[in-house]
């Protein structure tokens, strides 16, 4: 969807698309399966086969690996199954209640691996709140520039050669490097701090500067009509 590349971090993209595990969305269709045995919809070999586990639960026999899966899932969100069973027959306890509970503290577990992220140091200060308006324009290139991929300087584990700048070939390619050492950019304004966090803006707008800098690493480093070499 986002076209980034494999190595991007998983709970980078969960973040900008606003998504979370599929794991999670599994559960929340289980819940609504119970519950609409538990309101007699559905066949009755399935309510007999929901009663069963129900009972095997309720003695701690889990003799289904699926049976396991299902206390997992409540057990690793803090859920006690058999309070939830009883909220839930009084009609105090619906999946949405845990799934507000349980996207407060998946977002908290990400925006902990954003704020300590080696692969992408800048992604936790463009990151706004919501989705970003750029991907209602489809709008590739820029996911691929603010989840970290066209900058070299995340790439820890890469050797120093395949780190370089690929517009001089010179020094390590960061945004500092290349907005204020390699090419004297005509427009923007501001610091390299300052200009990172407009080229990569949720809204797009530094769209045409990604352009620009993808025709120039395709031609060499050669330079185009907006910025001036400096490193040589």
Known sequence: M?????RTPGYLVREELQRDKLRGRAGKRAWGFERRLEERRGSELARKCWVELKERARKGREGKEWEGERRKHFDERGVDMEELERKRKQGGVGY???EKEEKKRKREERWERIIG???????KVVKGEGLPEY???GWKRI?????????RDGNYWEE?????????????ESWEHVWEECRNWKV???????AVCWVLGQEGEGEWWMREIEEERGNGGKGGGEVERICE
């Open 160 to 172: 120093e050669e395949k780190r370089r700048c690929r517009l001089c070939g010179v020094k390590k």
């Open 135 to 137: 991907l209602k324009k």
């Open 188 to 194: 923007g304004g501001g610091s390299w701090q300052d």
């Open 2 to 6: 986002l076209g980034v590349d494999s």
């Open 117 to 123: 992220s080696k692969y992408n140091r800048w992604y």
């Open 96 to 98: 949405e209640e845990l």
């Open 143 to 151: 996911a691929r520039f603010r989840l970290g991929n066209e900058v």
